[in-house]
């Protein structure tokens, strides 16, 4: 099974204080800004390594 297109959205000062992961192709509207209507989303979970910093991110939980 493949990975599945999609980015990480930065909802700036509108933020909830978590990072979510945004199902498909990057599209922009008129003013520059990600078109999300209607695209699922998952909450991104990370986790870092204490010793070396490696930083892995799972998106597993709907929000």
């Not at 204490?50 to 930083?55: I, W």
Request: charged share 20%; with cysteine; glycine share 18%.
């Amino acid at each position: 099974m493949g990975l599945e297109p999609g980015f990480v959205g930065d909802l700036g000062q509108g933020s909830r204080g978590f990072t979510q992961w945004i199902a498909g192709a990057l599209e922009k509207g008129l003013l520059g800004n990600a078109k999300l209507m209607g695209r699922p989303r998952w909450q991104i979970d990370a986790y870092r390594c204490p010793h070396c910093g490696h930083l892995e991110h799972f998106a597993t939980q709907r929000s």
